[in-house]
């Protein structure tokens, strides 16, 4: 069976940290790029990060710019969110997804674009708060 499986959400203070993770079973993520998603209660979906297949490109919306960063171990067939300095603004559900290639440029709404999306994790509910 092919999927995603998000995990590492969970309920933080503002100012802490959390590491997602993305972990592919019944395929292989190196061929892919993989996408951070986050979508609010009555909020679209937005990105949040991407990173090419080699990971030698990784992509930030301005919003996490700093403060999140993107990693990924095909040894281990996972990427990784590492999220710092949370704020109560991050609260939402994460998701990740695969794709063919990731683009930046400001013409994009996330400030970068996952092209060709394919499979789709269930999410992991992130909650920050005090």
């Known amino acids: 069976q092919v999927q995603l499986v998000e995990s590492g959400g969970g309920v933080v203070q503002p100012g802490g940290s959390l590491r997602l993770s993305c972990a592919a079973s019944g395929f292989t993520l190196d061929r892919y790029a993989i996408g951070w998603f986050r979508q609010a209660p009555g909020k679209e979906r937005e990105g949040v990060s991407c990173i090419s297949s080699s990971a030698g490109s990784t992509h930030y919306a301005d919003s996490v710019k700093g403060r999140f960063t993107i990693a990924r171990d095909n040894a281990k067939n996972t990427v990784y969110l590492q999220m710092n300095s949370l704020k109560p603004e991050d609260t939402a559900v994460y998701y990740c997804?695969?794709?063919?290639?990731?683009?930046?440029?400001?013409?994009?709404?996330?400030?970068?674009?996952?092209?060709?999306?394919?499979?789709w994790g269930q999410g992991t509910q992130v909650t920050v708060s005090s």
């Open positions: 997804a695969t794709g063919s290639r990731c683009y930046s440029g400001s013409n994009f709404r996330d400030g970068f674009y996952l092209r060709e999306r394919g499979s």
